[in-house]
Every structure is written in C-alpha cells, then in structure tokens.
C-alpha cells in the first residue's frame, strides 16, 4: 500500500504542476487515510489547495504539515505565510516568523513575511524598520508587491492617506 501512497503523491504532484491543482486536492485528499501521518503529504496538500483556491484546506494542510515536522522550516514559513495571507492567528504567525527570521535574518522574503506578522499585531514602529530597504531594485517583483503591501498597510493602520494612495498601485505594478 505504501508504493501506491507514493505513486499517488507523485500522480498528484505531476497533475498540480499541468495545473490541475483541483483534481490534484482530491486525488490527495482520496489518499488522506492512507498518509495522514506524513507531512510531506500535508505540504504536497497546501500547494495544491493553494492553487485551486481551497482557503480552508490550504490553511488546515500547511498546519498539519508543521505540526508533523516542526523542525522543518520550510513548513513553519509555509504555515506562517499561510496564516499571514489568510490574517489568521496573528500571535501565531509573528510567532513562527520570528523563528524563521532568528534562522535566516539576511533573508528578505523571511523579513518582509516578519514584517506582515508584525503589521497584523499591530506593532507598527518594528514592522515599519523590517520594511526599510536600501534598494527596491535588488527585490524580486513578489519581494516588491509584498513590500509596497506592507507599507500600504502601514500608512492606513497610522491614517496616513496620502501614503496608502500613493503605495497602492505599486503593489500590482511590482
């Protein structure tokens, strides 16, 4: 049985990737009870319930994922990112973020998800130095969308108006 969980991971990694990511959810979530103990299955899950926009089952699987593995950082900052996109649990997300950031502090992606999770627990004075870079041109068009997102959110949380205008189409123009 277990050579048919794996072949089953495989088919539904591969039916993801042709971007059938709603057929891959329900191939995965068929296989549910024959690997629910293995969080390579529940991170396989997220992404596929990620791109089938299944909010509920991306957020359940990135959870399951972690908590199998908690010392696998690529699905704490899975899970993290889940919650801060989903603006759930936001204890729990600066939380995680924090671990990710004490790992990888040169990370920009790591920082700039540090700083979302501190947006969404109203920390503003620490969110706004994390969203401080020295060149918006060394940023990867996603480093930059979540960059002008989190000073987006930053100028209205401080009902700064004229900022949150001006922020606002350089996240769909990053």
């Keep these: ?59 359940e699987a990135a959870e399951k994922a972690w908590k199998l593995a908690p010392e696998n950082w690529a699905y704490l900052h899975n899970y993290a990112a889940t919650l801060i996109a989903q603006r759930r649990d936001p204890a729990t997300a600066v939380k995680l973020t924090l671990q990710v950031l004490q790992r990888s502090p040169d990370d920009r992606r790591v920082r700039l998800n540090h700083a979302l999770a501190l947006l969404l627990n109203e920390r503003l004075d620490e969110a706004e130095k994390l969203l401080q870079v020295p060149s918006e041109m060394s940023l990867s068009m996603e480093e930059r969308a979540t960059l002008h997102f989190g000073l987006f959110e930053l100028a209205i949380r401080r009902g700064q108006w004229e900022v949150a205008r001006r922020e606002f189409p350089r996240i769909e123009q990053s």
């Design 1 to 59: 049985m277990a050579g048919a969980s794996s072949t089953g991971l495989s088919v539904a990694s591969s039916m993801r990737q042709l971007g059938y990511a709603a057929e891959a959810s329900t191939l995965l979530q068929r296989l549910q009870s024959q690997v629910s103990d293995r969080a390579d299955f529940w991170f396989q899950l997220t992404i596929a319930a990620h791109a089938a926009h299944q909010t509920e089952l991306m957020v």
